[in-house]
């Protein structure tokens, strides 16, 4: 994200926390009016992509400059360390996510007499069998519907140390070796995890696929605070980098129009829409958060006024506390998604669903931010990189 070169040690990149906040808020709409008039104007709007790819190019990113930096300074165990401890933190907050998940499930379920809701997030198989889906979602097998992008990143981030060894080593090779990987998953469906239940069940977020995406991101984030990135900074490729994202945008934002009436056109749908695979991270997605990503960082400073305004605080709150905002946000959409159902809820039930989810969402990170600033010593205030910031 930093194309002069350098990253700062002393001050934070506010446009990660910005766009991951925005991908927060993306997902919960997603998750909560998946269907509806909202859904249609996040970031899946804006091309090919959507939050998924946002949020983790992200965590690569901020996981590639944190965790190397790390390995600069404290050595690679220490680093290593520090990367699984971060595991088991997000082990611990998806366990227990799963468990809130589910109670709320059969709590809904049972009040409302609606086992067909269940059914529609995946997770009745836990009511018919308990204990095996307990087991199950302690190996991360069992994926409800909104659950499946913790385990991704779970994953990502137990082989980045690996990862980083080889970036210092032979980071060509080792991209190399994922962009393999990749294509490789493209063309055999088999190369995937098997899911519960079935036999025929694999991860919604196939980790062979989207494992590049977040290595490539982690490599921007170590590279940058080494040597930064040169060809970032090409003329020639930011043009095309920009009339790629332009096209995306007005062929994405025609099926939008194609949906609100139904005699506009949707350009090339039939022909792309078959090429956009969000559980093998099909080309045109990968693409085009990577033009996205790309111009963003040309375009925007790390420290841009409009960052430290107050329309952007909100976002940035969210995005630096970003997994219990997450966490938060799944919850909540558990709970917005059968309002929305039991009640027919149009676009103003819609509205009203999300504007208190995410009114809620920003009063949780406000009141983190709030305790935390309670629990600095006092003095002059340093914005550092910790290794919190490694991702979600």
């Known amino acids: 994200m930093n194309t002069s070169g350098r990253s700062s040690g002393s001050e934070r ?12 808020f993306s997902i919960f709409i997603d998750h909560v009016a998946w269907s509806g008039l909202l859904a249609q104007f996040t970031l899946q709007s804006v091309g090919f992509s959507d939050a998924a790819e946002v949020f983790i190019l ?26 699984y401890h971060r595991v ?24 409302f007499n609606n086992a067909i809701y269940a059914e529609e997030l995946r997770a009745a198989d836990f009511l018919k ?7 199950k979602a302690l190996t991360l097998q069992f994926q409800p519907e909104f659950m499946d992008i ?22 060509a090779g080792v991209l190399a070796a994922s962009f393999g990987l990749w294509g490789a998953a493209q063309l055999h469906k088999s190369i995937a995890l098997a899911a519960y239940p079935g036999p025929d069940h ?14 490539l991101g982690a490599w921007c984030g170590w590279r940058g605070i080494r040597a930064g990135i040169p060809w970032l900074t090409n003329r020639w490729l930011f043009r095309l980098a920009a009339a790629g994202a332009l096209a995306a945008f007005l062929i994405r934002f025609s099926w939008t129009l194609h949906w609100l009436y139904d005699p506009f056109p949707a350009l090339f749908g039939k022909a792309l829409w078959p090429l956009l695979s969000k559980t093998n991270l099909s080309a045109l997605r990968f693409a085009n958060v990577l033009v996205l990503a790309w111009l963003v960082a040309r375009m925007i400073p790390a420290q841009a006024a409009f960052l430290a305004g107050r ?16 966490c938060l946000g799944i919850l909540l959409a558990t709970i917005g998604r059968l309002v929305i159902n039991e ?38 205030r340093v914005l550092q990189a910790s290794a919190t910031d490694g991702g979600v």
């Open 202 to 215: 694999v991860w919604f977020f196939n980790p062979f696929c989207w494992q590049a995406l977040f290595f």
């Open 129 to 135: 069998e308990p204990g095996l889906a307990v087991i």
């Open 150 to 171: 913790l385990p991704l990143y779970i994953v990502l981030l137990a082989v980045l140390p690996l990862v980083l060894i080889g970036f210092r080593r032979w980071p």
């Open 13 to 24: 990149d506010l446009r990660l926390d910005f766009f991951r906040g925005i991908a927060l």
């Open 311 to 326: 329309v952007a605080r909100p976002f940035i709150m969210c995005g630096r506390h970003s997994l219990h905002v997450f």
């Open 58 to 83: 992200i965590s690569g990113y901020t996981a590639g400059m944190v965790y190397g930096r790390a390995i600069e300074r404290q050595g690679l165990l220490m680093a290593a360390m520090r990367i």
């Open 88 to 111: 088991w933190q997000l082990y611990v907050a998806h366990v227990f996510l799963f468990m809130q998940f589910m109670a709320t499930m059969a709590y809904l379920v049972d009040t």
């Open 343 to 380: 009640f027919f809820g149009g676009v103003l039930l819609q509205c009203v669903v999300s504007a208190a989810g995410i009114a809620i969402m920003i009063g949780t990170a406000a009141m983190m931010d709030w305790f935390n600033a309670g629990q600095r010593p006092a003095g002059p």
